[in-house]
């Protein structure tokens, strides 16, 4: 799965659950209300308003992130990882490299020195 992908699964999961979560908010406020339990209405008005607060800030980055891309459709990604120097320079006899962040290994290594998982 590519980044843009999770990006969006991301977003439509943030966005999911803020409307989820204001619906739940409101039909708790409307029981409260219909049973008369005042006291219990004041939580339920917070997170009416903590979780709509929510939505328009998610919704608001959303527009910003849009816009950002608009503008600059080739910027480089600042989550990718930059090639490391070593990774230019042609391999020597006998050099092994760790497959899961590329430290240079010795032979005789059964886990890597950098990250520590097995070989």
Same mark, same amino acid.
């Given at each position: %799965?590519? +980044?843009?992908?999770?990006?969006?699964?991301?977003?439509? %999961?943030?966005?999911? %659950?803020? *409307?989820?979560? &204001? @619906?739940? !908010? &409101?039909?708790?406020?409307? %029981? *409260?209300? /219909?049973? #008369? !339990?005042?006291?219990?209405? $004041?939580? #339920? =008005? &917070?997170? *009416? #308003?903590?979780? !709509?607060?929510?939505? *328009? $800030?998610?919704?608001? @980055?959303?527009?910003?992130?849009?816009?950002?891309?608009?503008?600059?459709?080739?910027?480089?990604?600042?989550?990718?990882?930059?090639?490391?120097?070593?990774? /230019?320079?042609?391999?020597?006899?006998?050099?092994?490299?760790?497959?899961?962040?590329?430290?240079?290994?010795?032979?005789?290594? =059964?886990?890597?020195?950098?990250?520590? +998982?097995? @070989?």
């Amino acid at each position: %799965m590519d +980044r843009d992908t999770e990006r969006k699964a991301g977003k439509a %999961m943030t966005l999911g %659950m803020c *409307v989820f979560s &204001l @619906l739940f !908010a &409101l039909f708790w406020c409307a %029981m *409260v209300y /219909s049973m #008369g !339990a005042w006291f219990m209405l $004041i939580p #339920g =008005v &917070l997170f *009416v #308003g903590f979780t !709509a607060y929510r939505l *328009v $800030i998610c919704l608001k @980055l959303s527009r910003e992130d849009k816009e950002k891309q608009q503008k600059k459709p080739n910027a480089p990604d600042p989550w990718d990882r930059p090639q490391s120097p070593s990774s /230019s320079l042609p391999p020597q006899e006998g050099t092994r490299f760790c497959p899961y962040c590329g430290a240079s290994l010795e032979p005789q290594f =059964v886990f890597c020195p950098k990250c520590g +998982r097995r @070989l």
